[in-house]
């Protein structure tokens, strides 16, 4: 069995966690390396406790970038790190790369020497997804809005977007601070970055080139739920569909890709949560759609996502090693 041989940069924090999960169960990769200064030295399971037993790896200061049998690196690293960190080690040319940052998801910061990163979500992008070598995998908030917001956009249908949204705690990342806090986040509800969130530049980018002008335009108000895992946004826009044109529409767009589900029933986060799947719902009420999109924030909207562009890189089925048991209740 063809086993690819992959590292991942910054493995100590969530969606590093994830990542090393996921590729532990994939049938085609094998992890040389888990790169972590701050744990540097530490078996995994020490870190990621319910490793414990399913793996032997340790934590390593600095990967082994020059390993010849090394095919693949995903990179976990904080915002602004990816890049310093591919300047300053050179990679083979053979090594492909997977950055979960968003250091080079836009258009005008998207190369590196004469490589290209390529937007790396699939509904998008899938045919460019599996010629890439440099792969930039889109934020958390970025890919639920931009499922809601795509079959809209292919058909130029698209102007003024309001959105909402709420993400579990984990989408802080694991470092703490006051409001990633127990005492702060439980039974408790907060706005955060109203109308200046990060993601609304590269959700507007691919809006825009796929509907051919720059019309869509997406109003962002994100909120931090009290809750872990997950992402529930909300996407208000003005259209002459009915409801069942519309749900025709987005599983017309959807119907080859396998893990995006769309009805006109209500759906829910615990759907989701622990797969890399993503549900639509789609409601009408005179000139407006309201379409609500879930997704697990550290899987289709990090890792599991990362590993569905991995798969497409290398040739294997979309779905493999994301077949995934929901929490449900």
């Given at each position: 069995?063809?086993?690819?041989?992959?590292?991942?940069?910054a493995?100590a924090?969530?969606?590093?966690?994830?990542l090393?999960r996921?590729?532990?169960?994939?049938?085609?990769?094998?992890?040389?390396?888990?790169?972590?200064?701050?744990?540097?030295?530490?078996?995994?399971?020490?870190?990621?406790?319910?490793?414990?037993?399913t793996t032997?790896?340790?934590?390593?200061?600095?990967?082994?970038?020059?390993?010849?049998?090394?095919?693949?690196?995903?990179?976990?690293?904080?915002?602004?790190e990816?890049?310093?960190?591919?300047?300053?080690?050179?990679?083979?040319?053979k090594?492909?790369?997977?950055?979960?940052?968003?250091?080079?998801r836009?258009?005008?910061?998207c190369?590196?020497?004469?490589?290209?990163?390529?937007y790396?979500?699939?509904?998008?992008?899938?045919?460019?997804?599996?010629?890439?070598?440099?792969?930039?995998?889109?934020?958390?908030?970025?890919t639920?809005?931009?499922?809601?917001?795509?079959?809209?956009?292919?058909?130029?249908?698209l102007?003024?977007?309001?959105?909402t949204?709420?993400?579990?705690?984990?989408?802080?990342?694991?470092?703490?601070?006051?409001?990633?806090?127990?005492s702060?986040?439980?039974?408790?509800i907060?706005?955060?970055?109203?109308?200046?969130?990060?993601?609304?530049?590269?959700?507007?980018?691919?809006l825009?080139?796929?509907?051919?002008?720059?019309?869509?335009?997406?109003?962002?108000?994100?909120?931090?739920?009290?809750?872990t895992?997950?992402?529930f946004?909300?996407?208000?826009?003005?259209s002459?569909?009915?409801?069942?044109?519309?749900?025709?529409?987005?599983?017309?767009?959807?119907?080859?890709?396998?893990?995006?589900?769309?009805t006109?029933?209500?759906?829910?986060?615990?759907?989701?949560?622990?797969?890399?799947?993503?549900?639509?719902?789609?409601?009408?009420?005179?000139?407006?759609?309201?379409?609500?999109?879930?997704?697990?924030?550290?899987?289709?909207?990090?890792?599991?996502?990362?590993?569905?562009?991995?798969?497409?890189?290398f040739?294997?089925?979309?779905?493999?090693g994301?077949?995934?048991?929901?929490?449900?209740?």
């Amino acid at each position: 069995m063809q086993k690819i041989k992959v590292g991942v940069i910054a493995g100590a924090g969530y969606t590093g966690g994830e990542l090393v999960r996921l590729l532990l169960n994939h049938d085609h990769a094998e992890i040389l390396f888990v790169q972590s200064r701050s744990q540097a030295g530490k078996p995994i399971h020490q870190v990621h406790l319910d490793l414990l037993g399913t793996t032997s790896l340790t934590f390593t200061a600095e990967p082994d970038l020059q390993n010849p049998n090394l095919d693949a690196i995903f990179m976990a690293l904080p915002y602004g790190e990816a890049k310093e960190f591919l300047e300053k080690n050179k990679l083979p040319a053979k090594v492909r790369v997977i950055d979960l940052s968003h250091d080079f998801r836009l258009k005008s910061n998207c190369t590196l020497g004469d490589r290209k990163f390529i937007y790396g979500l699939p509904e998008l992008n899938r045919e460019a997804i599996k010629k890439a070598t440099l792969i930039a995998n889109p934020g958390c908030f970025a890919t639920a809005i931009q499922l809601a917001l795509l079959p809209l956009a292919r058909e130029k249908k698209l102007g003024e977007v309001a959105v909402t949204g709420v993400t579990g705690s984990t989408g802080a990342g694991q470092k703490l601070t006051e409001t990633s806090q127990f005492s702060y986040r439980s039974n408790n509800i907060s706005a955060y970055k109203t109308l200046s969130h990060q993601h609304v530049f590269e959700i507007e980018e691919s809006l825009q080139s796929l509907q051919g002008n720059e019309l869509a335009k997406v109003s962002f108000i994100p909120w931090r739920g009290d809750f872990t895992r997950g992402i529930f946004v909300s996407a208000q826009v003005t259209s002459s569909l009915t409801k069942n044109q519309a749900i025709e529409l987005y599983r017309s767009y959807y119907e080859s890709h396998q893990f995006i589900s769309v009805t006109g029933d209500a759906i829910n986060l615990k759907a989701v949560v622990n797969t890399n799947r993503a549900l639509i719902e789609i409601n009408q009420a005179g000139s407006k759609l309201a379409i609500h999109v879930v997704i697990d924030n550290l899987l289709k909207g990090a890792s599991g996502q990362a590993v569905q562009n991995f798969n497409l890189m290398f040739g294997f089925a979309e779905d493999m090693g994301l077949k995934l048991k929901g929490v449900v209740f």
